[in-house]
Nanobody, 118 residues
């Protein structure tokens, strides 16, 4: 099993920055991809950014150039630096990890609220 704990959410004005962090524990040796998803009220959960163990990244079009995902394999953490935040970025942000140990399993953190005021 993999446990994920997020931190760093909060309230910020439009144009501001926030940094989200996620720490993984448990069967961390099995983790391949880590990333961030978000869910706004009344909307489906959507991908924000993901990063592989090797450092390859993939971003949603709506965050390209504003958000940066990074990962520290030694510390088992993944970080999302969010700059130039917009009100439409308001959502609950969830840390995600995909582990491969015989079978592929997906794990989620409890979520952290990000609110961007206009």
């Amino acid at each position: 099993q993999v446990q994920l704990v997020e931190s760093g959410g909060g309230l910020v004005q439009a144009g501001g920055s926030l940094r989200l962090s996620c720490a993984a524990s448990g069967s961390i040796f099995s983790i391949d991809t880590m990333g961030w998803y978000r869910q706004a009220p009344g909307k489906q959960r959507e991908l924000v950014a993901v990063i592989t163990r090797g450092g390859s990244t993939n971003y949603a079009d709506f965050v390209k150039g504003r958000f940066t995902i990074s990962r520290d394999n030694a510390k088992n953490t993944v970080t999302l630096q969010m700059n130039s935040l917009k009100p439409e970025d308001t959502a609950i942000y969830y840390c995600n990890a995909v582990a491969v140990l015989i079978i592929r399993t997906t794990h989620w953190g409890q979520g952290t609220q990000v609110t961007v005021s206009s």
